[in-house]
């Protein structure tokens, strides 16, 4: 077995009770491949930390409720304190193993919030390059190295969610879509609608929607509305413009409609909004007198 790995205490994976006891600790994290010879673990009564491993290459066998299963690469496996761990790899398989133990108060929430669980999230560079960089700053251990690799940590919940979520869309439809929102972002004043977006993805637009919010987390025509609204706030807060010039440079025909989404996005309506300006403007200008 060939393993690369680093850990918050020179005393290794030992678990240590204050240790739980904070929000989050990150103790070790580290990869291994098995080149010469099988491996496998047995502990019944498993680990008083949580464990997840990410089958970045080949596949690994876990025994999981009293049943062995092959997870093969782009998998992940999650361990609770006290789960039973029995899992074995094989050379044959040339499986490239990452994982990380941690534990804390929040750990339960985190998980839940970005729904971590057994099961194909898909092999992914960007998974790797933070297990990678999680290893470093712990073989390392430079100034506040336990900050960065909880915020790496952090980082690393948030991606693994957000590939279970683009997972029903094809390669092709992703690009199709992050070509779209560079596109609204450059033209968000063109007569956009559902399916004007639809069309530019060659999608139907029932099925856009649903692929746009799956990569997204956001209707498009919910998403398309802020970046406008966004772009108004800018233009009445920076530039000598009526409500009315406003709208109509962020791609609204109607104004009346366009203080409606203003407001219920903002909170306040436009011309509040411009009103704020005029009033720095003053107090600026008073600045200088």
Same mark, same amino acid.
């Given at each position: 077995?060939?393993?690369?790995?680093?850990?918050?205490?020179?005393?290794?994976?030992?678990?240590?009770?204050?240790?739980?006891?904070?929000?989050?600790?990150?103790?070790?994290?580290?990869?291994?491949?098995?080149?010469?010879?099988?491996?496998?673990?047995?502990?019944?009564?498993?680990?008083?930390?949580?464990?997840?491993?990410?089958?970045?290459?080949?596949?690994? $066998?876990?025994?999981?409720?009293? $049943?062995?299963?092959?997870?093969?690469?782009?998998?992940?496996?999650?361990?609770? &304190?006290?789960? &039973?761990?029995?899992?074995?790899?094989?050379?044959?398989?040339?499986?490239?193993?990452?994982?990380?133990?941690?534990?804390?108060?929040?750990?339960?929430?985190?998980?839940?919030?970005?729904?971590?669980?057994?099961?194909?999230?898909?092999?992914?560079?960007?998974?790797?390059?933070?297990?990678?960089?999680?290893?470093?700053?712990?073989?390392?251990?430079? &100034?506040?190295?336990?900050?960065?690799?909880?915020?790496?940590?952090?980082?690393?919940?948030?991606?693994?969610?957000?590939?279970?979520?683009?997972?029903?869309?094809?390669?092709?439809?992703?690009?199709?879509?992050?070509?779209?929102?560079?596109?609204?972002?450059?033209?968000?004043?063109?007569?956009?609608?559902?399916?004007?977006?639809?069309?530019?993805?060659?999608?139907?637009?029932?099925?856009?929607?649903?692929?746009?919010?799956?990569?997204?987390?956001?209707?498009?025509?919910?998403?398309?509305?802020?970046?406008?609204?966004?772009?108004?706030?800018?233009?009445?807060?920076?530039?000598?413009?009526?409500?009315?010039?406003?709208?109509?440079?962020?791609?609204?025909?109607?104004?009346?409609?366009?203080?409606?989404?203003?407001?219920?996005?903002?909170?306040?309506?436009?011309?509040?909004?411009?009103?704020?300006?005029?009033?720095?403007?003053?107090?600026?200008?008073?600045?200088?007198?």
């Amino acid at each position: 077995m060939i393993r690369v790995a680093g850990y918050a205490r020179e005393s290794g994976s030992v678990v240590y009770l204050e240790d739980m006891e904070k929000p989050l600790y990150v103790s070790g994290c580290g990869c291994q491949r098995f080149p010469s010879r099988n491996y496998s673990v047995q502990r019944p009564a498993g680990r008083p930390d949580y464990q997840l491993l990410y089958i970045h290459k080949g596949c690994g $066998h876990y025994c999981i409720d009293g $049943h062995w299963q092959e997870f093969p690469a782009g998998s992940l496996i999650l361990y609770s &304190p006290s789960e &039973p761990q029995i899992y074995s790899y094989y050379t044959k398989d040339n499986p490239l193993i990452y994982w990380i133990h941690f534990t804390g108060t929040e750990v339960p929430a985190l998980l839940e919030k970005y729904g971590i669980s057994n099961g194909y999230v898909g092999e992914n560079r960007l998974l790797k390059q933070l297990f990678d960089e999680i290893i470093l700053e712990l073989q390392l251990k430079k &100034p506040l190295f336990q900050d960065i690799t909880q915020h790496l940590f952090q980082q690393l919940l948030p991606q693994i969610h957000r590939l279970c979520l683009s997972r029903s869309t094809t390669d092709d439809q992703a690009v199709q879509i992050d070509r779209l929102i560079i596109r609204l972002n450059q033209q968000y004043m063109d007569p956009w609608d559902l399916s004007a977006m639809a069309k530019f993805c060659s999608l139907s637009p029932y099925y856009f929607a649903h692929q746009f919010k799956a990569v997204t987390g956001i209707a498009p025509v919910q998403y398309l509305n802020r970046l406008r609204i966004e772009k108004a706030k800018e233009l009445l807060l920076t530039e000598d413009l009526s409500v009315s010039e406003a709208a109509t440079l962020v791609g609204y025909r109607d104004p009346l409609y366009f203080s409606k989404v203003f407001k219920k996005a903002t909170g306040s309506s436009p011309k509040s909004f411009h009103g704020n300006r005029l009033n720095f403007d003053e107090t600026f200008e008073g600045t200088l007198h």
